[in-house]
């Protein structure tokens, strides 16, 4: 086999993994470059080729899988520098998006310190004006039947009029299209008159309940994907001039890959911490964890996630920017707090805050001097002494220790401290609001920390968490031997995923021949969705789903089911099924069987099995880490509450079984790992670090 390669594009490193036919694993980095992202694709892509001791275009002709997850779509949601988008709706529903969830809305995406300060949140800015919205006379109703039919003149009108003001690309969404695309269909049909409008048809993208969200969804594929969808043909005819034998491959939200021809532009929002989420279900499946915590620390975020029972976890209520979507999405809690988060004086409080701005890759932390002047956790980091000036990066890029300090001292004279207390309380608040996050994602969902491992992962993740680690009290912290590069070694080993669904309402237990079919459909679907991929028959998985709810309830529960052909019987016992699934999420005696349970929609994955990289395992060798010894530094821990000389160790010297004592810190080339007093670090086999 040749080579896997996974990029992930974050926002300050794009992190590069190669894996070869023997599982020789190869990770590079290289700063992310916006607006125009495949510079730092390249430049990562060239580093890691050097490393394995050849040139990109031979590296290329020998891959033969290429996986990307990008940020690309969230930069531009966010930056608000998307197309300029139309909005085509049933006449009386026009304004959906711009009336949201009445006074819910503003709270969508805020962190609780600001959900607490209501006077000071506002509902999210809408993508569009509305005089950039037409509605079309029409209706359809909830069972499909045709109420009114679409006026073809008026729908003509409304196109010629969006035309008219300039707009870039059109999105439709009529209210039960879901049920019955004909109106849409023929919108549609009037939009491929005009070639240069990119389209984006609500059924076509997540047929749905849930008006609010299916608009936001059709209105941000409009608003990101001319930008997206452009990006993708220029990457992939680059890679495949310069040599990669097979289409590019792009991560979606939903936890798989699908070609980059078929990729969905408002898909690939979370792609990075979905990989991230992915490899750690890999790993933890080959070490034998179940029950997982996903802790992601780059630059710019914390991203945090669970593993429950082996399976992935989805979004009940997915958002992206504040917007509520209609798409499945790997549910990935983040907050602004990464490597990049800057630390400010609030003037009303008096108190010292961190993030959610960061300083991102340009201008960065000020100690990476690229001009960047507010202090950062990274910089608070250097200051402490967990970071070796010389050594990051493995070397590959300096660190200017005065920068960092004159850039905390201006924070510390603020708040009338010294440089050093106002550091150690960066790392402090930081590490505080990283526990927060773990303890929404599991205690407040109803799990218990103590029965999870936490995996840290990302270029700051492994400095960070064995102090919130402990606090939470999960069992141990594992920072694996690609933890810097985590997410695009996800990308390497995730496998190509088409997801299908149909919206059926319908009382349960149902018609076995009705449920049947529904899956027949879909599955036929999948497919000739896999079939158009090259996937082999002995290739493919496909796995059933559910959304189910309680009689007058609005909010559902997907409930993955057994692949098989349903009798009565079988039926009855879904039901049950569904009862304690129930119980299970929300408490004994939450189950309401007299309101009677309802089926909404029918879910089938199409999965294609891609092969996967080959973990390398390591003999087990003595405990002492000597070998691997560095040298002494004085490092600042809040137990000594002062420099303490400590000593360092080189990853890469450190053997299968080694325990290193805290404190100390271990110097890989990507990433560094803090142990504090009184824990320890052992390497197991696969060359992880396996924090007690």
């Not at 390669?5 to 992190?15: R, W």
């Not at 694993?25 to 050097?50: Q, S, W, Y």
């Not at 990457?235 to 990729?263: C, R, Y």
């Amino acid at each position: 086999m040749g080579y896997i390669v996974g990029i992930d594009t974050g926002g300050t490193f794009t992190d590069v993994v190669v894996i070869d036919g023997q599982g020789q694993v190869t990770t590079a980095k290289a700063l992310t470059t916006p607006p125009t992202f495949a510079e730092g694709i390249m430049n990562g892509l060239e580093e890691a080729a050097r490393l394995i001791g050849q040139g990109k275009e031979s590296l290329l002709k020998e891959t033969d899988l290429f996986i990307l997850g990008t940020t690309i779509a969230t930069n531009t949601l966010i930056m608000r520098s998307g197309a300029k988008v139309g909005l085509i709706a049933t006449l009386g529903h026009e304004h959906v998006h711009h009336l949201a969830r009445g006074g819910l809305s503003k709270w969508i995406g805020r962190p609780e310190e600001e959900i607490r300060e209501a006077h000071r949140t506002k509902k999210v800015e809408p993508l569009i004006p509305k005089s950039a919205v037409r509605g079309v006379p029409e209706r359809i109703d909830w069972k499909g039947s045709v109420v009114f039919p679409l006026d073809l003149a008026e729908a003509r009108e409304a196109v010629q009029s969006l035309v008219n003001q300039g707009v870039q690309s059109i999105a439709v969404c009529l209210l039960w299209s879901f049920s019955n695309p004909a109106h849409e269909i023929k919108i549609k049909e009037i939009l491929e008159e005009y070639p240069h409008i990119y389209k984006s048809i609500s059924h076509e993208l997540e047929p749905s309940l849930g008006e609010y969200a299916r608009t936001n969804t059709a209105l941000i594929d409009g608003y990101v994907g001319p930008a997206v969808k452009r990006f993708f043909i220029t990457l992939n005819d680059k890679l495949q001039n310069l040599g990669l034998k097979n289409p590019m491959l792009v991560m979606q939200a939903h936890g798989g890959s699908v070609f980059a021809t078929e990729a969905s532009p408002y898909a690939t929002f979370q792609s990075g911490p979905c990989a991230g989420v992915i490899a750690s279900k890999y790993l933890g499946e080959k070490m034998g964890y179940k029950n997982i915590i996903n802790a992601d620390v780059g630059g710019t975020s914390f991203d945090v996630s669970i593993i429950q029972d082996g399976l992935l976890t989805y979004a009940r209520e997915p958002s992206v920017a504040r917007f509520l979507v209609s798409f499945p999405m790997v549910d990935v809690v983040s907050i602004g707090a990464g490597g990049g988060s800057i630390a400010w004086y609030d003037p009303q409080t008096k108190l010292l805050r961190v993030g959610p701005q960061s300083a991102g890759s340009n201008p960065g932390p000020a100690c990476y001097g690229f001009g960047g002047v507010e202090p950062t956790v990274t910089d608070a980091a250097l200051v402490l002494g967990y970071l070796n000036p010389e050594f990051f990066l493995g070397g590959k890029m300096k660190l200017y220790p005065e920068k960092a300090f004159f850039a905390v001292k201006q924070l510390a004279d603020q708040l009338g401290w010294d440089v050093v207390e106002t550091a150690a309380g960066i790392y402090q608040i930081v590490n505080n609001y990283m526990a927060d996050t773990v303890r929404a994602v599991t205690i407040e969902r109803g799990f218990d920390p103590r029965e999870f491992v936490l995996f840290a992962y990302g270029g700051a993740g492994p400095m960070h968490a064995a102090v919130y680690g402990e606090e939470t009290g999960v069992k141990e912290v594992i920072v694996p031997s690609t933890a810097s590069t985590l997410s695009a070694f996800g990308l390497a080993s995730t496998d190509i995923l088409h997801n299908h669904r149909k919206f059926y309402s319908g009382p349960m237990p149902m018609d076995p021949d009705t449920f049947n079919k529904n899956f027949d459909d879909l599955e036929q679907v999948a497919r000739g969705a896999l079939s158009k991929d090259g996937i082999e028959g002995k290739n493919r998985i496909f796995n059933y789903a559910i959304d189910m709810r309680w009689g007058a309830q609005y909010y559902t529960v997907r409930m993955p089911i057994k692949r098989e052909k349903y009798d009565a019987r079988g039926i009855e016992g879904l039901c049950e099924q569904f009862d304690e699934l129930y119980e299970r999420l929300y408490g004994k005696g939450s189950a309401y069987t007299p309101a009677g349970r309802f089926v909404t929609s029918f879910i089938v994955d199409g999965i294609g099995k891609v092969a996967k990289p080959v973990l390398r395992k390591y003999h087990l060798s003595g405990t002492d880490p000597a070998g691997a010894f560095k040298a002494k530094r004085s490092i600042h821990f809040s137990k000594f509450k002062r420099y303490e000389p400590t000593s360092t160790f080189d990853y890469e010297l450190l053997e299968a079984g080694n325990v290193v004592e805290g404190p100390a810190i271990i110097e890989a080339p990507q990433t560094t790992i803090v142990i504090p007093p009184g824990q320890k670090g052992r390497v197991d086999e696969y060359k992880n670090i396996v924090i007690k």
